[in-house]
C-alpha cells in the first residue's frame, strides 16, 4: 500500500470575490483594545487589524482615505518578527494624546508622537485576540461579520474602488 506524500494545502477562496468564506460576530470584538477614526457621518462600521510598518497594511491604509460614511475601529497589532521596531512605535502612537492624529502622522509623515506617556499598548491581548479567531494581517472585518484577511484581503481589495464596493456591500447586509 502507498502512503501519501502531498497535501493540498490552503484557503478555499471564491473566484467572483477572491474572499474566503469567514465571519466573525462583531460583538466579540475587544472594542477597548482599538481606537476610532470616523470619516464622514460615520454611519457604518468597519474594523480593521494592521501593524504599522506591514507594506499591505500600508497600501490599506492608503485606501481608506476614499470610504465615505465609516467609522474604522483600528486594532494595531505589530509583528514583531517581520518588523521589529513596530511594537515601540504602536506603543508610543497607542499612549498619545490623541491615537487618531497620532496614527495620521505616522502615515502622513512617518512622525511619532512627543507626546506619549508611559504606558504599554495592549499588544498580546491583541495578538491574543486576533490569532484565536484566525485573523492575520492585513484584516478588515465589516459590520455583518464577513472577514477578510491576509491574501484574501490583499486580492480583494486591490484598488480604493474595490474596498469602498465590499464597505457597500456588506454595510447593507446589517442585521
Avoid at 469567514?22 to 460583538?27: G, L, P, Q
Avoid at 466579540?28 to 482599538?34: A, F, K, V
Avoid at 507594506?55 to 483600528?74: A, G, N, W, Y
Wanted: aromatic share 10%; net charge negative; glycine share 4%.
Amino acid at each position: 500500500m502507498k502512503k501519501w506524500q502531498f497535501v493540498l494545502a490552503g484557503a478555499l477562496v471564491n473566484l467572483n470575490t477572491f474572499a474566503a468564506p469567514m465571519t466573525i460576530d462583531v460583538k466579540t470584538l475587544p472594542m477597548d483594545l482599538s481606537f476610532e477614526r470616523v470619516k464622514g457621518d460615520g454611519s457604518r462600521n468597519m474594523y480593521l487589524f494592521c501593524d504599522l510598518d506591514c507594506p499591505h497594511c500600508q497600501r490599506t491604509e492608503s485606501f481608506l482615505h476614499s470610504l465615505d460614511d465609516v467609522k474604522i475601529h483600528t486594532f494595531v497589532m505589530p509583528v514583531a518578527s517581520y518588523h521589529p521596531d513596530a511594537p515601540r512605535k504602536t506603543n508610543a502612537i497607542w499612549c498619545s494624546e490623541d491615537k487618531v492624529k497620532a496614527w495620521q502622522e505616522w502615515y502622513d509623515m512617518r512622525a511619532l508622537p512627543a507626546d506619549a506617556k508611559d504606558c504599554e499598548a495592549p499588544l498580546e491581548k491583541i495578538d491574543e485576540y486576533a490569532h484565536g479567531q484566525g485573523i492575520y494581517l492585513p484584516a478588515v472585518i465589516f459590520e455583518d461579520g464577513t472577514t477578510y484577511t491576509a491574501e484574501d484581503f490583499i486580492y480583494a481589495t486591490r484598488t480604493p474602488e474595490m474596498l469602498q464596493s465590499l464597505l457597500d456591500e456588506h454595510s447593507a447586509k446589517k442585521k
